[in-house]
C-alpha cells in the first residue's frame, strides 16, 4: 500500500494544461521537498522528469513544471501534446523504507 | 554518455535464486548509489533497495528482508541484485537506476533497460 497517492487517470486535448497530484498519506513520507516525478511510455524504463520538487533536469522540456504544497506534490504539464501520453509516476523518501513510489497516472491526449 | 546495461531475460522455478547484473559506463561508478526497481505486468513501480556504489551501504525494501541481497563490483562498475526463495509474484520487470546520491535517497537520474524476471514452474 503506497504512502503516496495518485490519480488514477487524467486527461486532456492538445495544446491544453493538465496537473497530476501526489499526496502524501503517511507521516512515514518524510523530506518532501525530495519528490521527484517519473514518466513511462509503455514497455519502456522511467524518465526523469522533475527532481527535488521543481527542478527540471537538462533535456527536460519546460512544458513540464513541478511543484509543492504542504502534503501535495503536483506535475504539471502544459501544451499537452501526443508523446505526453504515458504513465507518470511520483516518488519521496520515507523514514521506513528509503524510498516510495507513487500509485501512477495515465494520462491520456483526447 | 552514460549508460547502463543490463543482463538478459530469465526464466526460474519457484524456490529458485536470480541474479541481474547491471553495468555502468560514462561516470564515475563510486560517486553515485544504484537503486534496483521492479514492476509486476500491468502494476506500477516498486522499489527494491539501494546500494551505496562508494562503500557499499546498503537500504532494502522492508518486505524484501532476508531475500534480497544487492552488491557491487567497482573493479567492473558493475551492480548486482539477486533475489532468493522466488515466487510466482515476482515475475516481473527489474531495472537498475543511477541514484544521483551515494550517501542519502535522492532520485533516479539514468535507468537500465530492465531485465525481464518469469518465475514459472
Known amino acids: 500500500q503506497s504512502a503516496l497517492t495518485q490519480p488514477a487517470s487524467v486527461s486532456g486535448s492538445p495544446g491544453q494544461s493538465i496537473t497530476i497530484s501526489c499526496s502524501r498519506t503517511s507521516s512515514d513520507v518524510g523530506i518532501y521537498n525530495l519528490v521527484s516525478w517519473y514518466q513511462q511510455h509503455p514497455g519502456k524504463a522511467p524518465k526523469l522528469m522533475i527532481y527535488?520538487?521543481?527542478k527540471r533536469p537538462s533535456g527536460v522540456s519546460n512544458r513540464f513544471s513541478g511543484s509543492r504544497s504542504g502534503n501535495t506534490a503536483s506535475l504539471t504539464i502544459s501544451g499537452l501534446q501526443a508523446e505526453d501520453e504515458a504513465e507518470y509516476y511520483c516518488?519521496?523518501?520515507?523514514?521506513?523504507?528509503?524510498?516510495?513510489f507513487g500509485t501512477g497516472t495515465k494520462v491520456t491526449v483526447l | 554518455q552514460v549508460q547502463l546495461v543490463q543482463s538478459g531475460a530469465e526464466v526460474k522455478k519457484p524456490g529458485a535464486s536470480v541474479k541481474v547484473s547491471c553495468k555502468a559506463s560514462g561516470y564515475t561508478f563510486t560517486s553515485y548509489g544504484i537503486s534496483w526497481v521492479r514492476q509486476a505486468p500491468g502494476q506500477g513501480l516498486e522499489w527494491m533497495g539501494w546500494?551505496?556504489?562508494?562503500?557499499?551501504?546498503?537500504k532494502y525494501a522492508q518486505k524484501l528482508q532476508g531475500r534480497v541481497t544487492m552488491t557491487t563490483d567497482t573493479s567492473t562498475s558493475t551492480a548486482y541484485m539477486e533475489l532468493r526463495s522466488l515466487r510466482s509474484d515476482d515475475s516481473a520487470v527489474y531495472y537498475c537506476a543511477r541514484d544521483e546520491s551515494a550517501y542519502y535517497p535522492y532520485y533516479f537520474d539514468y535507468w537500465g533497460q530492465g531485465t525481464l524476471v518469469t518465475v514459472s514452474s
Open positions: 516518488c519521496s523518501y520515507a523514514i521506513s523504507n528509503f524510498y516510495v
Open positions: 546500494i551505496s556504489a562508494y562503500n557499499g551501504n546498503t
Open positions: 527535488e520538487a521543481s
